[in-house]
């Protein structure tokens, strides 16, 4: 059974940075494609960054490209997103979303799996 399980989020200010974890268990992660989607209250989902299979290619939405980095630790079957300079605009409760390839990388709110999330706040 895949599962997927977010940490790392918390309360900061702006300018400052995070680094989101997600653990990923019942499946080789990296065989799958990976991502990170945020929702913020009364906002639509927006995948922020993906990763694909074995992390040959990486997406990044134009709202965080150069402050967010994600990555991936295969011996460790963990998914990283590392954020900084962040901003309020970036409050929202982020998951880790997992799908098996045929995958793209621009759609990961469309991924299959999901994890319960876990929630950022950033204040000005």
């Known amino acids: 059974q895949v599962r997927l399980q977010e940490s790392g989020g918390g309360s900061v200010q702006a300018g400052g940075s995070l680094r989101l974890s997600c653990a990923a268990s019942?499946?080789?992660?990296?065989?799958?494609?990976m991502g990170w989607v945020r929702q913020a209250p009364g906002k639509e989902r927006e995948g922020v960054a993906a990763?694909?299979?074995?992390?040959?290619?990486?997406f990044y939405a134009d709202s965080v490209k150069g402050r967010f980095t994600i990555y991936r630790d295969n011996a460790k079957n963990t998914l990283y997103l590392q954020m900084n300079s962040l901003k309020p605009e970036d409050t929202a409760k982020y998951y880790c979303?997992?799908?098996?390839?045929?995958?793209?990388?621009?759609?990961?709110?469309?991924?299959?799996?999901w994890g319960q999330g876990t929630q950022v706040t950033v204040s000005s």
């Open positions: 979303a997992a799908d098996q390839p045929p995958c793209t990388l621009t759609n990961a709110e469309t991924y299959y799996y």
């Open positions: 019942g499946y080789t992660s990296s065989s799958y494609c």
């Open positions: 990763i694909y299979v074995g992390g040959r290619s990486t």
